[in-house]
């Protein structure tokens, strides 16, 4: 058969071609460093790349959670820190205000004080971070602690933290918000999620605020809530037939509730550093995964630039070799 010229130039373009396209596929190889650009390309390590990039953006999701956490616990640990102060400002004035040597406008001075901090207290446990209240459990829109202008009882979420269902005030102290921040989350067999695998941000304020009332020795029902108790000594300290024993039971149950704020404030610490914790070891998953990634997904550059000087030496030597081949005529083929 005799090869015409047509023929040769037909096949000398379409091997030019093809040696114009693995030049152009090296080339972006050196300008992207990416070994493959399509999962076809290499099945194997495309479906890796997808699993370590759907790792990673866990590890992402995982990051901006712990972040979150960590700002609420900040904001917590700021407002009980607050309200601890306040806590101890009472303290200081009522001591003083149980001095033997206090005259009755005394002790009502001392009492105006008490009032003006109680507001300054409910005030801290109202406060809120972003569209969530920081002491209201689960409450977003609900503003968690109300007192009736009437008789002065404090409220939670409805509900009076003094003499309301106890079923109930339970219910709304033990409230909770999961948050998956790495832990493995899962489930068991029927399908209740497990506490150990999330952490939960929920924080009610009646846990260290106290609830509920107990009836003492003389048979004196004693509010266990702190606003409560900073309320009836004030009461107390402004009252005609003012005594050591009536004010007593509640100071008792006051120093006493006191200490859960503190044991709060130094929970909200151990939070905090078991969330540095998380957070580094996020960090170091996210950095491992990002090595895998690149020993999947890129090439390394000094290889990828020989490939593509070779093919581009080998695609040039064609395009010199075509002048010589493409001169033949048909009187060349007669010879």
């Known amino acids: 058969m005799r090869i015409t010229t047509s023929m040769m130039s037909s096949k000398y373009i ?17 300008s992207t460093g990416r070994k493959f650009f399509k999962g076809s390309e290499d099945p194997v390590s495309a479906i890796k790349a997808y699993k370590l990039r759907r790792e990673y953006r866990s590890t992402e ?16 640990e700021t407002n009980l820190t607050e309200i601890s102060d306040n806590l101890e400002t009472v303290y200081t004035s009522y001591l003083k ?12 001075i001392i009492a105006k004080e008490l009032e003006n901090l109680q507001n300054s207290i409910l005030t801290s446990l109202n406060a809120k971070f972003a569209d969530r209240y920081v002491f209201g459990g689960t409450s977003k829109d609900e503003i968690p602690f109300t007192v009736d202008e009437a008789t002065g009882e404090l409220f939670f979420k409805g509900v009076n933290v003094n003499s309301g269902d106890m079923t109930t005030l339970n219910q709304l102290s033990d409230e909770v918000i999961n948050i998956d921040i790495g832990l493995g989350m899962t489930f068991d067999e029927g399908g209740k999620l497990n506490q150990d695998t999330v952490f939960n941000m929920s924080m009610s304020g009646i846990n260290f605020m106290g609830y509920g009332s107990s009836i003492d020795e003389n048979g004196e029902n004693i509010p266990n809530n702190l606003y409560t108790l900073v309320g009836k000594i004030k009461d107390k300290l402004k009252s005609s037939d003012f005594s050591i024993e009536n004010i007593t039971p509640y100071i008792e149950e006051y120093e006493d509730q006191k200490k859960q704020v503190l044991v709060s404030i130094t929970d909200i610490g ?7 914790f ?7 998953n996210q950095f491992n995964i990002n ?12 290889e990828a630039i020989i490939d593509f000087k070779m093919q581009e030496y080998s695609y040039n030597a064609a395009l010199s070799m075509g002048n010589k081949i493409l001169q033949n005529s048909f009187i060349d083929f007669m010879k």
């Open 270 to 276: 151990a939070k905090t550093n078991y969330l540095d």
């Open 278 to 284: 998380l957070k580094v070891r996020n960090e170091d």
């Open 61 to 76: 999701i995982y990051d901006t959670n712990i972040s979150d956490v960590d700002s609420f616990l900040t904001t917590a």
């Open 97 to 108: 205000g149980i001095n033997g040597t206090m005259s009755s406008d005394d002790r009502e």
């Open 14 to 30: 379409k091997n030019l071609n093809k040696s114009e396209s693995d030049m152009n596929y090296l080339n972006e190889q050196v």
């Open 291 to 302: 090595e895998k990634l690149v020993d999947v997904e890129e090439i390394d550059s000094a």
